[in-house]
């Protein structure tokens, strides 16, 4: 008896799979497109590196040196309003400073330790963008002979940001309309939308990378200009037959 069922067991396995195959269905017709938007805004607050260097002959020397000009600077930057919160130091490195002499037949010797290098590197953000100047010129008077570098920023891009992504998918609708006009086919509705945010970071401005201080008292001309906001999108439409 089992001999005989086993094969009609078999032939009706076979059947239900063969079945439950899913059906091949052609892909949906879509187009994809990328629009891009930006939008300007004038800076708000600034974000100044300010370093200070100095060099002994001993680590504690050079450290002490350091230190003493560098609380110079943190107490002078206090002084003029910027909040502990806006303070931070952004490095520290103690370096050993060396010479490599050579004799007279010019083959290097051994290499001779001279003294250390002590660089603190701090960073000041600065709410009041008319007030940088006068505060990099401060801090050089008080010490500091290395950085200043300076970035320009907002402290809310909700706004500008959210005007860049209106103008972007914008751009894409009409990238869109104008590929399906030229195609000879018709839009259908939105099936996805993905967003890049391709902010250009404000350029930061440089100072010489060894500051000194001026003999007159003058504010560093500092010009915050406009910042740039840049979103880019890729929309999916369905085309409709």
């Known amino acids: ?6 094969p009609l067991a078999f032939l009706m396995l076979g059947s ?9 269905t052609a892909p949906t017709p879509q187009i994809v497109v990328t629009g891009e938007g930006e939008a300007t805004a004038r800076p708000d607050l600034a974000m100044l590196s300010l370093s200070v260097m100095r060099e002994a002959k001993t680590a504690r020397e050079a450290l002490d040196a350091n230190s003493s000009a560098m609380a ?4 002078a930057m206090k002084a003029e309003g910027i909040a502990d919160a806006d303070l931070q130091t952004s490095s520290l490195s103690i370096e050993p400073r060396y010479v490599y002499p050579a004799n007279k ?37 008080l010490g500091v002979n290395q950085g200043g570098q300076i970035n320009f920023d907002s402290a809310d891009t909700t706004k500008v940001v959210s005007e860049a992504r209106k103008r972007a998918v914008q751009d894409a609708m009409e990238r869109a309309k104008t590929l399906a006009e030229a195609a000879g086919i018709k839009l259908g ?17 440089m100072m010489a990378k060894s500051m000194e201080a001026r003999p007159a008292p003058q504010a560093v001309p500092v010009e915050a200009g406009e910042n740039v906001y840049r979103v880019e999108v890729s929309v999916t439409f369905a085309i409709d037959r």
């Open 1 to 6: 008896m089992m001999r005989a069922t086993l």
């Open 16 to 24: 239900v799979s063969a079945y439950a195959q899913p059906v091949q």
């Open 72 to 75: 110079a600077v943190i107490s």
């Open 105 to 141: 037949d010019g083959e290097q010797q051994e290499p001779k330790l001279v003294g250390y290098q002590v660089t603190n590197s701090l960073g000041v953000r600065v709410r009041q963008i008319d007030k940088v100047g006068a505060l990099l010129d401060k801090a050089v008077s």
């Open 189 to 205: 509705q939105v099936t996805e939308i993905s967003e890049s945010n391709l902010r250009q970071p404000p350029v930061p401005m």
